[in-house]
């Protein structure tokens, strides 16, 4: 059965479906800067005073769910498709951060080897103050199975 | 040559690539920061061919760390306002990857350079693509 986007689109985006606190630790956040080839001592160096998490770290944060519970399965298997991350104010580690997750955006392509879906689903990132510090898209690819 | 200014940036302009460490030590202690250091997809190649994949992967996010640590690089007063790269196929641990970006856009008015970045394996294949928007001093 060909799936419906408009369908999905109505009932499922733009509905939080996720809700995570996280604390980032400074000794990871410099690990995985390092880890990058980052040289910027903000990104690297936790005793650094304007010491803030890279993008990657950002992206990180959004693994786990991407979907809601009662969304349809399509019988293929989902692939990372890729990652994006907007950044607002310095995301710091150390602090309380919520993370709030809902389906941004569904569509489709068409290639030589079929229909593919493309779900994306993105975690708005708030401070200790309820403000955005940051957004992380996730974009899981579904190749739809020929009925 | 380091960027101090939009003013500094041209149209057309390739950063200078850096040599990414994609050693499996590197790509280890990535996935345990991020805690995905579960199993041996990126950290050791039998266990990840095991499961299935060609050895142990570079994960797709420290792909977007090496672009990222790259603009830095280039315009140590470059913040990164976007970076939206695309996994098109796995890069491997243990094997050297060839960083490029190159300036698609100026805009001296809002102060934001966009830049097309590329992510290839040492066969010249795309492994990740993607573009950043990156604000600069002006």
């Known amino acids: 059965m060909k799936v419906d986007i408009d369908e999905l689109k109505s009932r499922f985006l733009n509905l939080e479906f996720d809700k995570k606190d996280f604390e980032l630790d400074p000794e990871k956040v410099a690990i995985v800067a390092r880890m990058s080839g980052e040289t910027l001592p903000q990104f690297s160096d936790p005793a650094h005073p304007d010491f803030q998490a890279p993008p990657a770290f950002i992206a990180s944060l959004a693994a786990g769910r991407h979907l809601p519970i009662n969304f349809p399965e399509f019988g293929g298997i989902p692939m990372d498709g890729g990652k994006a991350v907007t950044c607002i104010k310095p995301v710091r580690a150390g602090r309380p951060l919520t993370g709030k997750t809902h389906l941004h955006d569904i569509y489709d392509k068409s290639g030589r080897s079929g229909r593919m879906i493309f779900l994306v689903s993105r975690m708005e990132l708030f401070d200790e103050n309820g403000e955005q510090v940051a957004t992380s898209d996730s974009r899981t690819v579904i190749r739809e199975r020929a009925s | ?138």
Request: proline share 6%; net charge negative.
């Open chain 2, 1 to 138: 040559m380091s960027i101090g200014s939009i003013a500094d940036v041209e149209f057309g302009a390739e950063l200078d690539p850096f040599q990414p460490d994609t050693s499996i030590a590197a790509t280890s202690a990535f996935a345990e920061a991020v805690g995905w250091g579960g199993g041996g997809r990126f950290k050791d190649h039998e266990l990840a061919r095991k499961e299935g994949l060609p050895g142990a992967l570079v994960p797709g996010i420290m792909a977007m760390g090496f672009l990222t640590s790259m603009i830095h690089r280039w315009s140590p007063d470059a913040e990164v306002e976007t970076i939206d790269t695309v996994f098109r196929a796995p890069l491997l641990a243990d094997e050297p990857c060839l960083i490029s970006a190159v300036v698609t856009d100026v805009d001296e008015q809002q102060g934001i350079v966009q830049l097309d970045l590329t992510v290839k394996n040492q066969k010249n294949e795309t492994r990740v693509f993607g573009t950043a928007n990156v604000r600069l001093p002006g």
